[in-house]
């Protein structure tokens, strides 16, 4: 990002929240899926939410102002354009991710009171979380994860590569990934309780089920199933400090066979932590959310991988996105 900022940039940037919060609050009140149906007067949108009328119109006038919806004789609807990608029950669409950003939105407000404390206000467990939180937070992976899962494995190799290990690996983006890459793989999901069943829907969509095993398991608590090529951590080690990180690593080496390897899928910051700038954006969502989280450099991965038994550590993939991988071998004691 360029450090000469004008003022009219800062300025735009400072108020872009007003479009952020409309479009966060039509999204939690499910007010697009309402709207692509069929056009709804603002009377009828009020008594559907329990809205006060004034507070809607003047809500609706200013999604319309901002063409995210059509205002016309009927009332307000949903472009045609628009319908798949706002509409929650589309398979295309964003409104899980956008709901996932509303939850977001309240940790980021905390942001002052965090810098204090370096303490996140919400510390709660995922299973403390509702269902239908964990569920639009699963969903809102899939949405991001579906994007530059098939291109980010693509521009791998799997060769000697048979059964993979995906943890924490929701409801299958990249398993699936995996799967249409090559007909020799078979993966195994491990994922905590809650989130194995989403797995097994999407997984039982794809006509893949038959080559996945899944497993309920908390990869924190728990060790991870053996016997596996590869070991694949996909948005997991941000979550983690440094120390929950080296022991994820160790278990993972147990996990793998004899020259298996690694591949970690997410933010590599340069030294300076500053570069790319979304991994450093994304350090301050990991310091709102987690007591530990953050953005690593290839260098601090390198050291906990290391630790944990593994070498050849190489950064493979340098992505301005979540899409930089880093890769490690399974180092073994050579018999004498």
Do not use: C
Request: proline letters at 4%.
């Amino acid at each position: 990002m360029s450090n000469k900022w004008s003022v009219e940039q800062i300025l735009e940037a400072a108020r872009s929240f007003q479009v952020s919060r409309l479009i966060l609050s039509a999204a939690e009140l499910d007010l697009f899926g309402l709207l692509g149906k069929e056009p709804r007067s603002s009377r009828e949108v009020a008594q559907s939410f329990g809205l006060d009328l004034r507070a809607t119109n003047i809500f609706l006038d200013a999604l319309a102002g901002l063409g995210l919806l059509e205002k016309g004789d009927l009332g307000y609807r949903v472009p045609e354009n628009l319908g798949p990608i706002l509409s929650g029950s589309s398979t295309e669409s964003v409104s899980p991710f956008l709901k996932h950003m509303g939850t977001l939105w309240k940790r980021w407000g905390a942001l002052n009171e965090v810098l204090k404390t370096g303490m996140p206000l919400q510390t709660g467990s995922w299973e403390q979380r509702s269902p239908q939180e964990r569920e639009a937070f699963i969903a809102a992976m899939h949405v991001i994860g579906r994007q530059m899962a098939s291109e980010i494995i693509n521009s791998i190799s799997l060769e000697r590569v048979k059964r993979i290990l995906d943890v924490g690996g929701a409801s299958g983006t990249y398993a699936i990934a995996f799967l249409e890459k090559s007909m020799d793989i078979r993966v195994t999901l491990l994922d905590l309780p809650s989130v194995i069943p989403l797995a097994r829907k999407r997984l039982q969509e794809k006509g893949l089920l038959n080559r996945v095993d899944l497993v309920a398991a908390d990869f924190e608590q728990d060790p991870l199933p053996q016997g596996h090529d590869m070991v694949f951590l996909s948005a997991i080690v941000h979550q983690n400090d440094r120390t929950q990180n080296r022991n994820l690593f160790a278990k993972a080496r147990e996990a793998l066979n004899q020259g298996g390897r690694i591949l970690i899928r997410d933010h590599v910051m340069d030294p300076s932590r500053t570069q790319p700038p979304a991994g450093a954006l994304f350090a301050v969502n990991m310091l709102v959310s987690t007591r530990g989280g953050t953005t690593y450099t290839f260098q601090e991965l390198q050291e906990d991988l290391e630790s944990a038994g593994f070498g050849q550590v190489r950064w493979i993939r340098v992505g301005e996105k979540m899409d930089s991988l880093v890769e490690a071998i399974r180092m073994d004691d050579q018999a004498p």
